[in-house]
């Protein structure tokens, strides 16, 4: 049975096969790393086939999710060489645009690309698909069974990638719970209540969110009565350029996405 290939054994990685085994996900999956110190605890811990040659592990594959840093990627593809079968390949490279990688690897590939969340190693992630023109219905199932496996997906056009990939980092939350919690700490709160009154503040408050049917604005306006001390925090806040650090985080995100399209 041909298998889903993951060229690459670090850390989204090893977030997709935590997913995929928390899931009982019922695919073939093989790891390819040219470094055999990642290969054994990916065997161990994840129940997975590893290969340590890259000709062997494509030949097996029925998929391929290339999960290599932008800048390995060029070497990468010259290594993999020509592809003279029909072969479905997901890139989570940010940045590398569709446009590039289809003059790579040769005609039978179907290209497409992800990006997924690291969260997705509790199932609870959310990855974002865009394809190549013409991708052919049952293939673009392949992918989207693989992804929905380990959470929510959203299909978006190719053009929004870059600003979704710096939007919708797993970073800001743990940034934000840091900063909140430090904060805290430094007003006299214990360390571990401060962490957890700032996990409910962001996780708690943005689920009610999530799962209610309130819309962002008449929470906003629940949260922070007029004259109270949550409007007193949030017009501090936005007074010390809350607002302006997020537009100029994201804007240098989108910059380095956009430099990595040249790595190609």
């Known amino acids: ?144 069974n693989l992804f929905s496996a380990v959470g929510a997906i959203v299909e978006i056009p190719e053009s929004q990638f870059d600003a979704f990939t710096v939007t919708y980092s797993c970073s800001h939350g743990y940034h934000a719970l840091a900063t909140l919690a430090n904060a805290a700490e430094n007003l006299g709160l214990d360390k571990q209540i401060a962490l957890y009154a700032a996990a409910h503040a962001l996780s708690d408050g943005i689920a009610a969110w999530r799962d209610g049917n309130v819309s962002l604005r008449a929470l906003l306006q629940e949260a922070a009565t007029p004259g109270g001390i949550a409007a007193a925090v949030t017009k501090a806040m936005d007074r010390a350029g809350y607002k302006k650090s997020i537009q100029r985080g994201l804007a240098a995100g989108f910059s380095r996405a956009t430099k990595n399209s040249k790595l190609l």
Not at 25 to 48: A, E, F, I, M, N
Not at 87 to 111: D, H, N, Y
């Open 1 to 144: 049975m041909k298998a889903t290939v993951f060229i690459g054994g670090g850390r989204i990685t090893r977030a997709l096969l935590a997913g995929l085994r928390l899931a009982k996900y019922r695919g073939s999956l093989l790891v390819y790393d040219r470094h055999p110190q990642k290969l054994r605890p990916l065997r161990k811990q994840y129940r997975v086939a590893t290969e340590n040659d890259l000709q062997s592990a494509i030949a097996q594959a029925r998929m391929l999710v290339i999960a290599v840093r932008p800048a390995s990627l060029k070497t990468l593809l010259k290594q993999i060489g020509e592809i003279n079968r029909r072969l479905i390949v997901v890139s989570v490279a940010a940045g590398i645009p569709l446009a590039k990688l289809r003059t790579q690897l040769g005609q039978p590939v179907l290209w497409a690309r992800a990006m997924p969340s690291p969260a997705c190693r509790n199932c609870r992630g959310l990855t974002a698909l865009t394809f190549a023109r013409n991708f052919p219905v049952a293939a673009k199932r392949e992918v989207t």
